[in-house]
C-alpha cells in the first residue's frame, strides 16, 4: 500500500501530534504531504500551522476558513435538536470533526491526493470521526492514521522525535495537557488532567476568566430565536458566527460555561475531558427556554428523548450517517414555533434564565394558570381526570390487598 502512494493530504493542526506526523509519513511512505488547516474558529493559529508546515516539509499548505459553515451548518443544527452528551458535553470538538473531514476529502480530491491522514491516536474517538466521516463523503477513500501504524508509544516519544528533526513544539514537561480549540470551545485533556482527582491548573483557560474573578455585578444578556435559531443579541441581529463570537465575550467574561467531565469514548474507555464554551452554554439555556413556552409538551418530551440519542450519533461521529440526518428533519421540523427572546442573567459562572416571552407562538396562558379568579378552567373538572388516571392504580391495589399483602 505504501508504494501506491504518493500524495497525502494530511489534517494539520500545527501541533505536536501533527507536526511530527508530517515527517514521518515523508520518511516512512516517501510521499509529498499536503498540509490541510482547517480554521474553525481558533484564529491566528492557522497562519502559524500554515507556515510550520511548510518548514516541516510539507510540498503545499493548505489553510481554509471553515468558520460560519462550522457554526451555520453543524453548531446551529445540534443546537436546535438541544443536544448534550452525558448531561454536561455541548460536543465542540465533536461537531467540528466532520465539518474538517468535508474539508479535507475536499482537498484530496482538489490536490489529487492518492490518500488523507490524521492525527487521531488509536485510543480516541476523533479517528472514529474523521475516518467515518471521509467514507460518508467518499466511499474509496485510503486513510493513514499513523498513531495505529508507528512505534511512538506516546506524547515523550514525539517530542523526542520533534526534537531529533528539529520540529518546534509548545508542549513541555511544565506544560504537559492537549488543547483543540474552534469558536464553540477549548477543550483540555493528557498529561496532569488524565488523574480525575487532580483539578485542572488554574492558568490553563483560555476563553473564560476564573469565576471568583468574574465581575461582582451580574450582566443580563438577551438572546433572540426565530425557529429554533439564535439571530439576535440585546436586540441586535446579527449573522451565525457574530453572535457567537458575541455570547463567546460575554460569557467568558462572566466565567461561563466551564465544565469538568469523566465521559464514556466510543470506543469502550472512561476519559477526562475539560471544555470552555461560553457562548455556548449561553445559546443552550437561552433555547431552552423559549422552548418552554412555545414547545407541546408531549413533542418536548419527545424530543428530549430523542435528544439523548442524537448526542449519541454526533459524538460517535455518525453526523453523515442517515439516521442523524433523518433525526436531523424531525428536529428541525419541530422547531418552526420557537420564536422568541430569553433574558439570561450571567454572574460567577452561572448562567441563569431571568426571563423568557414569545409575542407570536407561546402556548403558556396566563389567563389559564393563574391562581386568581378566572373563567377559563373549571377545577372541579380535576377530580373526573384525577379519578380515571388512579384507576389502573386503584384495579392494581385492590389485587395486591386482596392477596394479603
Not at 307 to 333: C, I, K
Not at 370 to 379: G, I, K, L, M
Amino acid at each position: 500500500m505504501k508504494r501506491d502512494i504518493k500524495k497525502v493530504v494530511l489534517a494539520y493542526s500545527g501541533g505536536l501530534d501533527t507536526s511530527v506526523i508530517l515527517r514521518w509519513i515523508i520518511e516512512e511512505y516517501g510521499a509529498e504531504v499536503v498540509a490541510y488547516t482547517a480554521d474553525v474558529g481558533q484564529g491566528e493559529e492557522t497562519e502559524e500551522a500554515r507556515v510550520k508546515a511548510l518548514e516541516t516539509g510539507a510540498v503545499e499548505a493548505i489553510c481554509e476558513d471553515l468558520t460560519e459553515e462550522f457554526v451555520t451548518d453543524y453548531v446551529f443544527p445540534a443546537f436546535r435538536a438541544s443536544s448534550l452528551y452525558e448531561g454536561y458535553y455541548l460536543m465542540g470538538t465533536s461537531l467540528a470533526r466532520p465539518v474538517i473531514s468535508k474539508g479535507l476529502v475536499r482537498a484530496a480530491i482538489e490536490t489529487g491526493a492518492d490518500a488523507i491522514a490524521h492525527g487521531a491516536t488509536g485510543k480516541g474517538n476523533d479517528q472514529v470521526r474523521f475516518e467515518l466521516s471521509a467514507y460518508a463523503l467518499k466511499p474509496d477513500i485510503k486513510i493513514i492514521a499513523p498513531w495505529r501504524e508507528w512505534d511512538l508509544k506516546g506524547r515523550a516519544d514525539c517530542v523526542a522525535y520533534a526534537e531529533a528533526h528539529g520540529i518546534p513544539t509548545p508542549v513541555t514537561a511544565e506544560k504537559p495537557y492537549s488543547m483543540d480549540a474552534n469558536l464553540l470551545h477549548i477543550s483540555y485533556e493528557g498529561g496532569v488532567l488524565e488523574d480525575p482527582w487532580t483539578g485542572p491548573p488554574p492558568n490553563m483557560f483560555k476563553m473564560t476568566v476564573d469565576p471568583i474573578d468574574a465581575p461582582d455585578e451580574p450582566e443580563y444578556v438577551t438572546v433572540g430565536y426565530e425557529a429554533g435559531d439564535p439571530v439576535s443579541v440585546n436586540g441586535v441581529r446579527l449573522a451565525p458566527q457574530a453572535l457567537l463570537t458575541k455570547l463567546n465575550e460575554i460569557g467568558g467574561k462572566h466565567g461561563v460555561g466551564r465544565v469538568d467531565i469523566v465521559e464514556n469514548r466510543f470506543v469502550g474507555m472512561k476519559s477526562r475531558g475539560v471544555y470552555e464554551t461560553p457562548g455556548g452554554t449561553i445559546m443552550y439555556h437561552a433555547h431552552r427556554a423559549v422552548e418552554s413556552l412555545t414547545l407541546d409538551r408531549e413533542v418536548a418530551h419527545l424530543r428530549d428523548e430523542l435528544s439523548t440519542r442524537y448526542a449519541e450519533m454526533v459524538y460517535n461521529g455518525f453526523w453523515f450517517a442517515p439516521e442523524r440526518e433523518a433525526l436531523q428533519h424531525f428536529m428541525d421540523d419541530l422547531q418552526k414555533p420557537v420564536t422568541g427572546e430569553a433574558r439570561i442573567k450571567l454572574y460567577k459562572g452561572q448562567a441563569i434564565i431571568d426571563g423568557r416571552r414569545s409575542d407570536t407562538h407561546a402556548l403558556y396562558d396566563e389567563a389559564t394558570v393563574t391562581f386568581e379568579a378566572d373563567e377559563v378552567y373549571n377545577q372541579a373538572d380535576a377530580e373526573g381526570f384525577i379519578r380515571l388516571q388512579s384507576l389502573r392504580l386503584r384495579t392494581f391495589a385492590e389485587k395486591r390487598l386482596g392477596e394479603g399483602e
